[in-house]
Nanobody, 125 residues
Framework: QFQLVESGGGLVQPGGSLRLSCAAS????????VAWFRQVPGNEREGISC????????NYADSVKGRFAASRDSAKNTAFLEMNGLTSEDTAKYYC??????????????????WGRGTQVTVSE
């Protein structure tokens, strides 16, 4: 059974950091591209990073570039999103997804093969 489970969200002050995890079960993450999305109620799900299947290509949305870093640990079958310099505009529910190369960047959420249930990130004083 394909399953992704996100964790690591929470409440953080502006300027703070969080590290999100996305644990996969039932399949190997290394066989897929991994993307992170986020969504605020009432808005569309926004792709913020895309990590290629090979791991050689990583891209980010302009809104998070230079502050967020995506990675994958094949031994742990887990993907990560390191988030630094958080602002209130980063408040959202964060989701990981797997699919084919480009997911999360040039390919939108409709191209995802599997989603996690998400983890809430709230940036506030």
């Amino acid at each position: 059974q394909f399953q992704l489970v996100e964790s690591g969200g929470g409440l953080v002050q502006p300027g703070g950091s969080l590290r999100l995890s996305c644990a996969a079960s039932g399949f190997s993450l290394k066989n897929y591209a991994v993307a992170w999305f986020r969504q605020v109620p009432g808005n569309e799900r926004e792709g913020i990073s895309c990590l290629s299947k090979s791991g050689e290509n990583i891209n980010y949305a302009d809104s998070v570039k230079g502050r967020f870093a995506a990675s994958r640990d094949s031994a742990k079958n887990t993907a990560f999103l390191e988030m630094n310099g958080l602002t209130s505009e980063d408040t959202a529910k964060y989701y990981c997804a797997v699919g084919y190369d480009g997911l999360g960047c040039e390919k939108g959420p409709g191209y995802a093969l599997t989603w996690g249930r998400g983890t809430q990130v709230t940036v506030s004083e």
